[in-house]
């Protein structure tokens, strides 16, 4: 399966996951974050940052551009809160990495670090409780679907969305017992 195949098959799955998520009542923090599609400015970003730092990932490009971004943040009034993080799937859109690479706040170019495109908040930070550094992939990266850095997973970006989908979209909730979501009729 082509790169550009697999990333549509998980865009399609998203989109089921979240019809499901809304048909059981589930409450979307940020609805006009839940998969808003690409961003507008996705091309030229990808383009600033290979241009300034290193290609861009085939593999975030491609889901920059075809997919978008996606926040799974939210809740349920009926499921019980899990006493472990659920770890709900996101992925910043593009602008976000354009403004890091501007603001260069942790001195990447002062003390000649690698470039971060960070692609979601650590597990704990989704919860509200200070946590890790964030999910990122480092650029330039000779891989086509680089690892995901600071997971608790070795993982791609792409594996990660797709056990995020296995998982119902809460991959920090596999194998916690005391939550009482569906995650079975979630799962894609």
């Given at each position: 399966m082509s790169l550009q195949s697999q990333i549509d098959e998980l865009g399609a799955r998203l989109s089921g996951l979240i019809r499901r998520l809304?048909?059981?009542?589930?409450?979307?923090?940020?609805?006009?974050?839940?998969?808003?599609?690409?961003?507008?400015?996705?091309?030229?970003?990808?383009?600033?940052?290979?241009?300034?730092?290193?290609?861009v990932p085939e593999a975030l490009a491609l889901f920059w551009l075809r997919v978008g971004s996606v926040d799974l943040s939210g809740s349920h009034p009926d499921w019980k809160e899990p006493a472990q993080c659920p770890d709900q799937l996101i992925v910043f859109p593009a602008s976000l990495a354009l403004y890091h690479l501007e603001d260069?706040?942790?001195g990447r170019l002062e003390y000649d670090l690698p470039f971060q495109i960070v692609v979601a908040p650590d597990e704990l930070h989704k919860a509200n409780t200070s946590g890790g550094p964030p999910y990122?992939?480092?650029?330039?990266?000779?891989?086509?679907?680089?690892?995901?850095?600071?997971?608790?997973e070795a993982e791609t970006f792409l594996e990660h969305i797709d056990r995020a989908l296995r998982c119902g979209g809460f991959?920090?909730?596999?194998?916690?017992?005391?939550?009482?979501?569906?995650?079975?009729?979630?799962?894609c």
């Open positions: 809304s048909e059981c009542g589930y409450v979307f923090d940020r609805p006009e974050a839940v998969l808003p599609g690409p961003d507008p400015r996705a091309a030229e970003v990808i383009d600033r940052i290979s241009r300034e730092v290193g290609p260069d706040e942790g990122s992939v480092s650029v330039p990266s000779a891989a086509m679907d680089p690892p995901l850095n600071n997971s608790s991959p920090g909730l596999a194998g916690c017992k005391d939550h009482g979501w569906p995650l079975d009729s979630l799962k």
